[in-house]
């Protein structure tokens, strides 16, 4: 009688992985046979110390069980019908991003300094805690400060601009400062278990390149500055896919010498960067409390502007 073939449904199940590999492997993030699947061997010989022979049998089984392949583009679409979307404040830059801040996506704002950027990761951080028919998501948000620019004030001000409780959307906000490049990325990959245990439905990164800026200097190192924030963007828009959640970041700007003429400037993180966010805007400041906003790409959006304001009570027209 041929022998019962033993069904995959959890780390434990894949051929090499014990209950000690597996719990090693949840503590990197890899907690779902689908992170398995798309994993490399060489993430596993790193992180759960398996042999290649080893780590390639449990990555072909978890692929095998998940019938990993082709999809049909109905299937995408949807798929897609699950997406949700967290409103600006503003109905003009919602109209421009055609609702709002997306889940399953990477959307990035770059500009200069006092040109709304860091102002609407606040805003945003409270509105996903607003009810679904009100633009939010009834979610929490985790908030990783690179710049040391959070300030629970401003968060406090805008709840109470939209008539919420400030103090429990104050406790909402989990805010982490990093301490360097490394720290970051390892506050993204350790991410799975904060997002799944306190209903975390935002992430939000101001700002995304400073941390590596400020260690990666000349020439000499940019392969590897480029390489590692590679690797940081592939793991957030893994969580973005898994957990259906937007990821916000902000990002840094520098002045290109070469354009004589029109705007010299750049978001920092070249094509990286470029290619893996799904929307990226271009904020500058305009008179009094008035911002321009540009979307500069978008995979379905035409490019197009808008005027916001930032006020007292936060981001609106």
């Given at each position: 009688?041929?022998?019962?073939?033993?069904k995959i449904t959890t780390l434990e199940d894949l051929p090499g992985i014990g209950e000690t590999t597996a719990t090693k492997l949840r503590e990197a993030g890899?907690?779902?046979?689908?992170?398995?699947?798309?994993?490399?061997?060489?993430?596993?010989?790193?992180?759960?110390?398996?042999?290649?022979?080893?780590?390639?049998?449990?990555?072909?089984?978890?692929?095998?069980?998940?019938?990993?392949?082709?999809?049909?583009?109905?299937?995408?679409?949807?798929?897609?019908?699950?997406?949700?979307?967290?409103?600006?404040?503003?109905?003009?830059?919602?109209?421009?991003?055609?609702?709002?801040?997306?889940?399953?996506?990477?959307?990035?704002?770059?500009?200069?300094?006092?040109?709304?950027?860091?102002?609407?990761?606040?805003?945003?951080?409270?509105?996903?805690?607003?009810?679904?028919?009100?633009?939010?998501?009834?979610?929490?948000?985790?908030?990783?400060?690179?710049?040391?620019?959070?300030?629970?004030?401003?968060?406090?001000?805008?709840?109470?601009?939209?008539?919420?409780?400030?103090?429990?959307?104050?406790?909402?906000?989990?805010?982490?400062?990093?301490?360097?490049?490394?720290?970051?990325?390892?506050?993204?990959?350790?991410?799975?278990?904060?997002?799944?245990?306190?209903?975390?439905?935002?992430?939000?990164?101001?700002?995304l390149t400073s941390r590596f800026r400020a260690e990666f200097i000349g020439r000499g190192t940019l392969a590897d500055r480029q390489q590692r924030l590679n690797?940081?963007?592939?793991?957030?828009?893994?969580?973005?896919?898994?957990?259906?959640?937007?990821?916000?970041?902000?990002?840094?700007?520098?002045?290109?010498?070469?354009?004589?003429?029109?705007?010299?400037?750049?978001?920092?993180?070249?094509?990286?960067?470029?290619?893996?966010?799904?929307?990226?805007?271009?904020?500058?400041?305009?008179?009094?409390?008035?911002?321009?906003?540009?979307?500069?790409?978008?995979?379905?959006?035409?490019?197009?502007?808008?005027?916001?304001?930032?006020?007292?009570?936060?981001?609106?027209?």
């Amino acid at each position: 009688m041929a022998e019962k073939i033993k069904k995959i449904t959890t780390l434990e199940d894949l051929p090499g992985i014990g209950e000690t590999t597996a719990t090693k492997l949840r503590e990197a993030g890899f907690a779902t046979l689908a992170s398995i699947a798309v994993a490399s061997s060489g993430d596993l010989i790193e992180i759960a110390e398996l042999g290649e022979a080893t780590a390639k049998k449990a990555i072909d089984a978890a692929r095998d069980a998940l019938e990993v392949g082709y999809e049909t583009a109905d299937q995408i679409l949807k798929r897609r019908q699950g997406i949700s979307k967290i409103t600006t404040g503003s109905k003009e830059l919602d109209t421009l991003l055609d609702g709002g801040i997306e889940t399953m996506s990477i959307t990035e704002a770059y500009g200069r300094f006092s040109s709304g950027k860091s102002q609407l990761a606040f805003q945003l951080a409270v509105n996903v805690q607003m009810p679904k028919k009100d633009g939010g998501l009834e979610g929490n948000c985790m908030f990783i400060d690179t710049e040391s620019t959070f300030r629970p004030e401003r968060i406090k001000q805008m709840a109470e601009a939209k008539g919420m409780d400030a103090d429990q959307t104050l406790k909402n906000v989990f805010v982490a400062k990093t301490f360097n490049a490394e720290h970051q990325m390892l506050l993204i990959e350790k991410a799975n278990e904060m997002v799944e245990k306190n209903n975390v439905k935002l992430i939000i990164i101001d700002s995304l390149t400073s941390r590596f800026r400020a260690e990666f200097i000349g020439r000499g190192t940019l392969a590897d500055r480029q390489q590692r924030l590679n690797k940081h963007l592939h793991t957030l828009q893994k969580l973005a896919d898994t957990y259906n959640i937007p990821i916000f970041v902000t990002n840094q700007v520098m002045s290109n010498p070469a354009i004589m003429f029109g705007d010299p400037t750049q978001p920092v993180g070249g094509n990286i960067l470029a290619h893996h966010a799904t929307y990226i805007l271009y904020f500058r400041k305009s008179k009094e409390d008035k911002r321009i906003a540009k979307l500069v790409d978008s995979p379905h959006l035409p490019e197009g502007e808008c005027i916001f304001k930032v006020t007292e009570k936060g981001i609106g027209d």
